[in-house]
């Protein structure tokens, strides 16, 4: 049976504050405040269990987090099999100031990982991939885990016969992209480091995009924020504009559109409704508080307003 494995090797407790006219330099006073647990392939988790797709969440956690975290993905039936670590999972805090329209992210670095807790990692994440699967790998690590080890991941699974998808940054997503997943999501700043793109002109990602699909990544979704995103795939290349909605948070937009493209995968969608899926993902998350995860129904509310084109190039 078809697994998706999502991988989060810095997992964080995700502290939402909503504060009114934040200033640098003075008391705070806090209005409402939420807790998620987080983590970029956490995130991509959360999402699929809202369009009733099981998936084996795979990574770190320890100290005094570990049992939150545990506690709440059991909760939401998610399975999970993480590695057991000795220091303290982070907490990331977002400050949302409403007021001011304004989104301010605070991230710690993370754990210490040791040499024998990666090792175990490797081990259960060999051991969980098999044939068919589709395995997606998001997010930062901590500073104590080499920037191969996205590369290293997606060779043991591609050996495996599953596909990949990654959603990475800076050297993260440049040695991932050597062991050439199926799929990368970058947004325009991740590809411009990428690739050094010297403009962010649709043609201009758009060559870029086409240069790594002849390299070997199959398909290369370019999310723009408001402008919407750009998928190049070895069928064609294809835009769509970004939805106008009312934005109470910006944390997981990214992360809902991998689950978007995991899900378009399992249904055989085609790319240009995988883009238009892809794309109301991203603006239904927006619209939710702190990280919580959209649902298919908001999803599919939203998704036939996404204008998506073929372009020819």
């Known amino acids: 049976m078809q697994m998706v494995i999502t991988v989060t090797l810095n997992p964080a407790l995700d502290r939402t504050l909503n504060v009114d006219n934040f200033t640098i330099g003075t008391v705070n006073r806090v209005t409402k405040a939420r807790y998620d647990i987080g983590g970029k392939g956490i995130n991509v988790s959360k999402v699929l269990k809202n369009f009733n797709i099981d998936s084996l969440c795979l990574g770190f956690l320890g100290g ?3 049992d939150y975290f545990l506690q709440e993905l059991k909760r939401r039936k998610i399975s999970s099999n993480f590695t057991h670590i000795d220091e303290d999972t982070r907490t990331n805090t977002k400050v949302v100031d409403t007021l ?3 989104f301010t992210d605070i991230n710690e670095a993370g754990p210490d990982i040791k040499k024998s807790e990666l090792e175990r990692f490797m081990d259960t994440f060999e051991d969980s991939c098999k044939n068919g699967d589709i395995v997606i790998l998001s997010g930062g690590v901590s500073p104590s885990v080499p920037s191969d080890i996205y590369g290293k ?18 050297e ?3 040695e991932g992209v050597k062991a050439k997943p199926d799929i990368i999501k970058p947004n325009i700043h991740e590809l411009t480091k990428l690739v050094n793109l010297g403009e962010d002109t649709d043609e201009a990602i758009i060559k870029a995009a086409k240069e790594l699909v002849e390299y070997g990544i199959k398909k290369v979704l370019v999310s723009l924020g408001e402008r919407g995103a750009i998928y190049v795939t070895q069928n064609g290349v294809y835009k769509c504009d970004g939805l106008k909605v009312a934005v109470k948070s910006t944390v997981g937009a990214g992360d809902s559109m991998v689950a978007a493209l995991a899900y378009s995968l399992m249904n055989n969608f085609s790319d240009e409704y995988t883009l238009k899926f892809a794309n109301a993902c991203g603006a ?7 990280t919580e995860a959209c649902t298919l129904e908001q999803v599919k509310a939203l998704v036939d307003n996404v204008l998506a084109k073929e372009e020819k190039y």
């Open 172 to 174: 993260l997503l440049k």
């Open 153 to 170: 991941l997606i060779k043991i699974a591609k050996e495996k016969g599953a596909a990949t998808i990654l959603d990475a940054e800076e």
């Open 100 to 102: 001011q329209g304004t």
């Open 284 to 290: 239904a998350t927006v619209m939710l508080e702190g």
């Open 64 to 66: 005094i987090w570990e």
